[in-house]
């Protein structure tokens, strides 16, 4: 940690002793100061990624439910068209019916990548644990030396 090169122990004073360990207790915060900085940026990488999974997941799956609910809508019109009307709709799938795929489908893909983006997000702890780790073991190796 210190660089410079230091006498034998009997020869140095008290004080440069005390200023050796400071500097040393110095260089070792700056280190886990950085380390914790870079653990956070890829752990906030991470984050970010999950987080738009589930946002896109959650867009395609509200898409699905209003398409869900249009659904509903013709299939209630389509419910009160009197039997004897002169409508005939040439298509094999009522309107109604068309919506409701869609809808089902996009709210399938929906419902999927929010389970996917919520594993993805619950793989990882965004706090810095290694960091945390070292800094404890930092301590009870400063504690157990004296």
Not at 39 to 62: N, P, Q, R, W, Y
Not at 71 to 90: E, K, Q, R, S
Not at 110 to 137: I, R, S
């Amino acid at each position: 940690m210190s660089t410079g090169v230091q006498s034998p122990p009997d020869q140095q004073s008290l004080t440069g002793l005390v200023k050796g360990i400071i500097a040393d207790f110095g260089d070792l915060i700056r280190q886990e100061i950085r380390f914790a900085k870079a653990e956070v940026k890829s752990d906030f990488h991470k984050t970010k990624e999950s987080i738009a999974v589930l946002a896109t997941g959650a867009a395609v799956a509200v898409l699905g439910v209003f398409l869900l609910a249009w659904m509903l809508v013709y299939l209630l019109h389509w419910l009160t068209i009197p039997p004897d009307a002169a409508l005939h709709d040439p298509a094999r799938v009522p309107l109604w019916g068309c919506f409701g795929i869609v809808g089902l489908v996009l709210l399938a893909i929906g419902a999927a990548l929010v389970m996917a983006g919520k594993k993805k997000l619950e793989a990882f702890n965004p706090l810095p644990d290694q960091t945390a780790q070292t800094v404890k073991e930092n301590v009870e190796w400063i504690a157990n030396s004296k």
